[in-house]
């Protein structure tokens, strides 16, 4: 019992800081080595001949990962701790995205891919499990926002900065260009060990399986790929609709405004988190808006088109936050690992699911529009869990 609560006890309020930029930099590193590869992807296709598909699985391969790798994320957290997971699983993405700079054919270059977006998901539920070991209960909102604010930095970095800035100080070598991205997530690995606490391993085993009769791992986690199978879909499918839409020579301006709505979202979402996290009319409206935006990004024409599609990526920005955030508020400290696995697993399979299914559909008609149709149907099927969601710390749960 003394190790446990000493387990719980909150940090005093001078290590509040430091622990905020290392979830910041541990979210950052979320998105940066999935994010770099889209526009490295022209690249690496030239030097290893590349098909279009080979060159797109680069970005979507780890998506899917993110929802395989739940599992082993949770499983590890239960025996090892979030901090001690959180560590280790930044170890394997380092290693593994700074592999995709050595590689000398496709096939090793996929396999290098599958280990970092592996990384990648296990560190998504080791973030929310560490909360409630590092914060104050009243800065558990904050917390979340925090780390998710570095992570949709992560995404606007990847993308924003890798050929402009880092490429060419690097003789324009993608391989050496994937290398330094990764090696400094092994600096922040080792980073994660200097708040003096809860250092130690679980002392007795914990359920690391998605606990299906909750409801909340269904709801949140069908949500979840509301919110990812829009984001993701649409940026996959943005320049086939605005070449549709005549307006291909807007790609650039669009992609940009789509990718930078999301730093916005969680800046907003650093102010508002105490408020806004919990709140299911929130999560309703978010949600609402992310389907209106999708339904006028191929009902509007010229810059209303865009703009529609900005929206959308700001709302689903929110959404996403407000979402991921509540496993520490509505769970213990042991249930939040596999609360947070369980909706990232169903959440990413949808993500990687529905806009390839909608992706299939569009080839199959020869209208990319008929793509994010499947998306607005998906969604539009699970907008009603939202209304059903119990927002309220489920019984038996601590508050620390």
């Known amino acids: 019992m003394a190790e446990q609560q000493a387990a719980n006890t909150p940090p005093p309020p001078a290590t509040l800081l430091p622990v905020a930029v290392l979830l910041w930099l541990a979210g950052v590193y ?18 290893l001949d590349l098909s279009k598909a080979l060159t797109g699985a680069l970005t979507t391969l780890p998506i899917l990962m993110l929802a395989i790798g739940a599992m082993p994320g949770s499983l590890a957290i239960a025996r090892m701790g979030p901090r001690n997971t959180l560590a280790m699983a930044m170890v394997v993405m380092a290693v593994g995205s700074a592999a995709r700079g050595l590689v000398p054919d496709t096939a090793s270059l996929l396999v290098a891919s599958a280990v970092m ?45 890798t050929l402009p800035v880092l490429m060419p100080l690097l003789d324009n070598s993608w391989r050496a260009t994937l290398i330094a991205w990764s090696l400094p997530a092994l600096l922040i690995a080792a980073a994660l060990f200097l708040p003096r606490r809860d250092l130690a391993r679980p002392t007795r085993k914990m359920a690391w399986l998605p606990d299906w009769k909750n409801p909340l791992t269904l709801k949140l986690g069908l949500l979840l790929g509301l919110s990812g199978s829009m984001f993701f879909g649409l940026n996959a499918y943005m320049g086939n609709l605005l070449e549709q839409q005549g307006q291909f020579d807007r790609l650039s301006e669009a992609l940009f405004s789509y990718n930078i709505a999301q730093v916005f979202a969680s800046l907003i979402m650093l102010k508002m988190a105490r408020l806004w996290v919990g709140r299911r009319t929130l999560i309703v409206v978010m949600a609402s808006l992310s389907i209106a935006g999708t339904v006028g990004t191929i009902t509007l024409d010229g810059w209303w088109s865009i703009a529609s599609a900005t929206l959308m990526s700001f709302v689903a920005g929110i959404l996403l936050i407000l979402l991921v955030a509540l496993p520490p508020l509505l769970v213990s400290s042991e ?18 699911t529905v806009p390839m299914l909608g992706g299939l559909l569009a080839d199959s008609t020869g209208d990319v529009r008929h793509a994010l149709m499947v998306m607005i149907a998906y969604s539009l099927l ?13 019984k038996g749960q601590p508050e620390g």
């Open 30 to 47: 979320l998105r940066i080595p999935v994010l770099v590869a889209p526009p490295l992807a022209p690249f690496i296709g030239d030097e």
């Open 335 to 352: 249930e939040t690992g596999r609360l947070s696995a369980g909706t990232f697993l169903v959440g990413y399979t949808m993500a990687f």
């Open 382 to 394: 699970v907008l009603p869990l939202a209304f059903t969601l119990d927002l309220k710390r489920q």
């Open 117 to 161: 977006g592996f990384g990648v998901a296990m560190m998504q539920p080791a973030l929310p499990a560490l909360l409630p070991r590092w914060l104050q209960p009243h800065h558990l909102a904050i917390g979340s926002a925090i780390y998710m604010n570095g992570m949709l930095m992560g995404e606007f970095i990847g993308a924003g900065i």
